[in-house]
C-alpha cells in the first residue's frame, strides 16, 4: 500500500479531527530560509504573530506559543497557576479530559473526577453544586475541554463560567480549545477563562508542533506564588522575552511563518464567518449520518461539535475495520474511536481547510466505506447532506 497522501490519483482526505489539512498557502509560507531567532528580522516576526494570535481566541491579554504538542501547554497551564496538593474539578467527558486528569495527578495535585457517559459535555449545574459546596473553597481550579475530541461532544464553556459565578467561588477556569480554536466560537476574555491551552494542528491549520496559553491577569496574579515545579513551560521568563518579539529558547520558526499566514486567511474571511462554516458542514453531516440510519453519538444538541462528528457504527460492525476499508479503498483518513469507545465509532473530522465540495467527497466516501463494509445502510444519507448545503 502506498503512503498516504503519496498516491498519484489525487489528493490523500485526511479527515480525521487534527492533524488536518494544511493548505498550500500556508506550505508556501514556511517554504522560507530559518532566520536568526535573536535577530531583527526575527524580533518583527515574533511581535506580529504573539499580536495577531489573541484574535482567534478574543482575547486582548498575552498568549505564550510553545514549541510543543497540545499536550505540552496542558502541562505549562497547571504548572504555571497551580501548587502541590491543590484540589482541581474535572469531568469526564471523554478520552482527551481523561487524559488532562490523569496528568494533573501525575504533576500532584488531588484531582476531583466527575464521572460521565462520553455522550455529555461538562454539566454547569454540577459545576455550580460542587462549587457552591466547597465553602472552603479548596477547589483550585475548573478544568474544562470545550470541543471533546474524542466524541464531537462541546461544552458550553461561557454557561460554565455563569455556574462559576453564581457559586461565588474563587477558582481558577483552565480550558482546552485544542480542538475547537479557530473552528467553534471561543471568547477567552468574555467568559474570563484564566488560561485558555490550545494546539496548532486543528482549526488553525497547521501542521502539529506550537502550542499555546493564552493568559488572564488572574492567572499570572496565580503564577507569581504557584509551586508546582516548572522550568521549560515558565511563562515568567516567556513573557519577559517576548516583550521584544524573542524567546528565552530557539522558538520553531517556519512553524510561526505558517502561523502568520494561517491567521491572516481566518481574518480574511471572517472569524464569525469561519465558525458559521464550520457549524453548517457539521449540521450536514448529521444530517448525513441521520439520513444513513446511524446514530450521532452528541446527545444533546446544545453541545453538537462543530469540528466533527462521531458516528456510532451497528453493534455487529468493526469501526476499525470499516476506516481500514476507507483508508484502501479511498484513500481518505477517519478519526479511529479513542479509549473506551475504540471500534465503537468512527470520526469525521469537518475542520480547518475545508469546503462544501471537501465535505461532499469525505461524505461520500463515507457511505461508499460503509456499504462495502456491508453495514445496513440508507444511501439516502448522502443526498440530505447535500440538500443542507444546497439550502
Ligand atoms: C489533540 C488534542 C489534545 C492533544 O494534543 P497533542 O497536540 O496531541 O498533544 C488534547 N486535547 C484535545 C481536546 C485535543 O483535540
Redesign the pocket.
Known sequence: MPLAGSSTGGRHFLQI??PTNVPDRVLRAMDFPTIDHRGPEFAALGKEVLEAVKAPFATTGPVIIYPA????A?EAALTNTLSPGDKVLCFETGH?AT??QEMAGKLGLVVDFVPGDWRHGVPPEVVEEKLTADTGHEIKAVMA?H???STGVASRIGEIRDAIDRAGHPALYLV?T??SLGSIDYRHDDWKVDVTIS?S??GLMLP?GL?FNALSEKAIEASRTAKLPRSYWDWQPILAANANGFWPYTPGTNLLYGLREALKMLHEEGLQNVYARHARHAEATRAAVRGWGLEVLALDEREYSGSLTAVLVPEEHDADAIRKLVLENYDMSLGSGLGKLAGKIFRIGHLGHFNDLTLAGTLAGVQMGLVRSGVKIDTDGLQAALEVLQS
Do not use: A, M, R, Y
Not at 504538542?69 to 505540552?72: E, F, M, R, W
Open positions: 479531527p487534527g504538542s497540545g499536550t505540552g496542558w482527551f487524559l488532562w475541554v470541543n471533546e475530541t482546552d485544542i480542538s494546539g494542528q486543528k502539529p502550542s
